[in-house]
Structure formats: C-alpha cells, structure tokens
C-alpha cells in the first residue's frame, strides 16, 4: 500500500478534475483502503460484520445455512471489496453477486430500494463506527474517497439510484452522494425496520454465530455487549431487550481510554492487516478466518494446531479439514459460492457479466460524466 494520498478532495471526483489523469485515478479505491488495511482494521472489519447483520436474509436465520451463508456472504464481499477495481478477482466477485442477486429480482423478492439499503449499510456504517469507537473522525477527503468508492460498486452491481434526490441533476462528487445516500437511509430504516418475530430470530442466530467462541456462561453478557452495541431503532427491530445501565457505562468508558491511548501513546501501524489468500495453483481462494464452521480455511499446521484452533477444539468446535471436504477445505471458484442448489450455476451469466464490467472503466470516477 502506497502511503501517499491525495491531500484534500482534488482527485477525487470534484468538478473541474481531469479524472483521465493517471495519477488520479484509482484514488478512492486506495484511500478506502488505507482505512480498512491500516488506519481503522478492527473498527472497519466489526462496522462491517453490523452491516452485514442488519442487512441479512432469511437464511441467516436458519441455523443450519446460517454459517454457510455468513461465509459466502463475507468471501464475495472482500474479494470485490479489497481486490484493485479492474482486477478478475474483483470483477468475478461482482459478476457471482449479481447472478445471485438476479434471480430474487426477476422474482420480486428484492427490491432496487432493498438492495439501495444494503449498499447503504457497507458504505455507511465504518464512518458512523468511526465516529463513536475511534480516537478521530474521518475527514472529507476520506468520506468522499468512500462515497466515490460504493457509488462505482453501486454501479457495477447495477443498482438505480432514482430514489436519491439529486438522481436527475447528478451529484458534485463522492461526498454529495455519501450524504444523499445518508439521508434517503435513515428514511428507509424508518419505514422499514419495525419489530417483528422474524427478525427475533434472525437477531438470535446471528448474535448465536458472534458468540460461538466465548463459552456459554458468558454468552449472557455477550449477548448484553451485542444489544449496548446495536443503536436502538435496530435494537427495537430485533426485540432486542435493552442492556443493563452498566454496560454502557463500562463500554463508554473503555472507548474513552481506548482513544486517549491510540491518540497519545500508539504509533501508526507499519504493516497491512492481511485479509485476502493468494491463490493456489488451480485458481481456488481461501478464506483467512471463520466463524463456528471453517467454510474455506485451508487446513494448514496454524489452522489445526495454533493457539486458536486448540480453543476452537476445547469448545467442541470443528477445524478446517474436519469432516472430510464438508467445510471445503480445498477452497471456493466463485461458481461454487452460494446456496448448494446453485452451485456451478450461472456460469454464462457471469461470463456475459464480466465482459460488461471489463469494458467500464471501474479504475476511474463514476462522477466524470455528469
């Protein structure tokens, strides 16, 4: 990762910017990711993992599909995420998630404004995480490197952006989009997340997954960690009781010391936190870390000895190469990402896909045209 970046907005989209310039594209995508490699790991990683909680379907809450799906879900984000733009890893990534995402469409079972939410949630919760666990806020530059940046993942994903107010006039740049698309998603969470049984127990299987680790006399305070973490529409949505006055008091306060030390005694991180697999000779990706059942994970000497694995074992849990090739231990090919009745499917559909993303210019600013 280069440590130069641009100071100020300039290169990123504004008006007036010759976006054909070389040494300006591709800046957002490595802005974003200085965040999420070196500046804000944890808070980003965590940001998203909420995101993915409030975004989550109907098989998150089936407990018997919801590792899998928490595994797929998380691999087709960070490879379209976290691989360069124009990469094949990247594309690959978008072209599965669209064929995926396709078919509830022709169906009607999601909507543009449903999947205008989720989009919404992955560009928008790192900076509200920021905002309350980190020791500073994100400046302009840095939200507007995020807006350029979900604003060209929108596009790629083919998502309308017709219920956004400046759809028709275009927008200046990433952080008028960013700001929009803030706007138009605290109206939506107001019409839509209400309480409900169903989202009960998805809030159960999902927070059944984020504690599996801890063992199970502190899954009650786990569980009270999660709901003091979650802001209290959402908390409401999923019938979440609220947590003891305590918790927030020791969560605000361990967040007030965790800034005071990375503000005054913690030097910058020198090293990207590593979070993408090479991959093997044949073409198969690995995933890194897991939850509960090891989906992908190769079963090296770490993964099966390590410190981890050897708390893993002690709580009952499963390790990567248990159980044959259940957990697919050999790795994934994006065919094979998705529920099992689709597996090798789509395969036309995403060629046809990639060549459609080839042909844009993904590197550059989704804002030069208008």
């Not at 799906?69 to 379209?80: K, N, S, V």
């Not at 490197?145 to 060209?152: E, L, V």
């Not at 009650?220 to 529409?233: F, K, Q, S, V, Y």
């Amino acid at each position: 990762m280069e440590s130069s970046h641009p100071a100020g907005r300039a290169g990123l989209c504004l008006p007036g910017v010759d976006t054909s310039i070389p040494a300006r594209q591709g800046y957002a995508p490595q802005v974003s990711l200085y965040l999420v490699y070196l500046e804000f790991p944890k808070v980003f990683s965590t940001a998203t993992m909420f995101a993915l909680f409030k975004a989550a379907t109907g098989q998150l809450a089936n407990r018997g599909t919801s590792s899998k799906r928490f595994a797929d879900t998380g691999a087709l984000l960070l490879e379209a995420v976290l691989n360069p733009p124009t990469s094949e890893r990247s594309v690959r990534a978008i072209a599965r998630i669209n064929y995926l995402h396709g078919r509830h469409r022709k169906r009607g079972t999601i909507t543009d404004n449903d999947l205008l939410y989720t989009l919404s949630l992955f560009a928008l919760e790192p900076s509200r995480w920021v905002e309350r666990f980190e020791w500073r806020t994100l400046t302009e530059m840095e939200l507007c490197a995020i807006g350029t940046f979900w604003k060209s993942m929108g596009d790629a994903l083919q998502i309308p952006y017709n219920a956004l107010d400046s759809y028709s006039s275009g927008w200046t740049d990433g952080l008028h989009w960013l700001n929009e698309l803030r706007e138009w998603s605290g109206v939506y969470e107001k019409r839509h997340m209400v309480p409900a049984v169903s989202n009960k127990r998805l809030a159960d299987a999902t927070i059944d997954l984020l504690l599996w680790k801890l063992p199970k006399r502190l899954h009650g305070m786990g569980r009270n960690i999660a709901a003091t973490l979650l802001e209290d529409r959402l908390r409401a949505a999923m019938m979440i009781d609220d947590p003891p006055a305590i918790y927030p008091q020791v969560l605000n306060t361990a967040v007030a010391i965790r800034k005071l030390y990375l503000r005054h005694l913690s030097l910058p991180r020198r090293r990207e936190t590593r979070l993408l697999a090479a991959p093997t000779p044949a073409g198969r990706l690995h995933m890194l870390k897991y939850r509960v059942h090891p989906w992908y994970v190769e079963p090296t000497w770490k993964n099966r000895w390590g410190l981890s694995a050897w708390m893993t074992w002690y709580r009952g849990g499963a390790l990567p190469g248990d159980d044959g090739d259940r957990y697919a231990p050999g790795g994934y090919l994006f065919t094979e990402i998705g529920p099992t009745a689709l597996r090798d499917k789509g395969i036309e559909e995403m060629d046809e896909d990639h060549d459609r993303l080839m042909k844009v210019d993904r590197g550059g600013c989704p804002f030069a045209l208008l």
